[in-house]
């Protein structure tokens, strides 16, 4: 059998299934096609992280907004400072006002569990262009990390194509999705590399 980029796919999909972590595919993936959160996801983990909080609707919503409001047209800044929310937490304040604020944090780091993993293949994503990342691992309904596959038996192709094909096309195609970036992988199946959107071919290590 011919290592091709779709057995490469299934077989990164069986690997993350074997640390329970839930496959999807994108054609099962209910959502606008410009949006690129899984706020469904979002919605339920916020939910049941600050139901002690007595979290409301509302509440939930205006976090969404907060982190929809980054513009993708800024891109490396809008990435940099989701992170660090990500990464930080910030405080809400409630909406009413007699409540104590709240101090989010949109991962669950303490209790890893009670995040809601998965991984999703071929889902469709429409920007200035229609794109479709080989993978993308969603957190909490965030895409927070980003594959691109290449076949090692193609000729004339080669990791970095997958490496232009995030850090070109999907970059200038779909900028939404990268918003929430934590970091990219590209891999041929023997070839494997990670590394920032806006790092250099050089810096993916």
Known sequence: ???????????VIELFGEVDIPHYHGETIHKEMSDVLLRDDLRVFLQ???????????EIESILRKID?????????SNRDIIRLIADGFTLKRDDRSQKD??????????????????????????TEKRIPDGIVYING???????????????CTIKDAYTQLTV???RDIPELFKYNAFCII???????????????????
């Open 1 to 11: 059998m011919k290592f091709t980029e779709e057995t490469l796919e299934q077989a």
């Open 48 to 58: 049941s992280r600050y139901k002690d909080e007595n979290i409301t609707t509302i």
């Open 69 to 77: 409001l980054y513009p993708s047209s800024a891109l490396y800044e």
């Open 102 to 127: 709240i101090f989010i944090e949109l991962l669950d780091f303490e209790k890893p569990t009670r995040n809601i993993f998965k991984i999703v293949n071929q889902l469709e994503i429409q920007g």
């Open 142 to 156: 965030l895409p927070l990390v980003v594959f691109e596959f290449k076949s090692a038996v193609k000729e004339n």
């Open 169 to 171: 096309r999907y970059r």
């Open 187 to 205: 891999s041929d199946g023997v070839n494997n590399k990670m590394g920032s959107l806006f790092s250099p071919y050089d810096f993916f290590y």
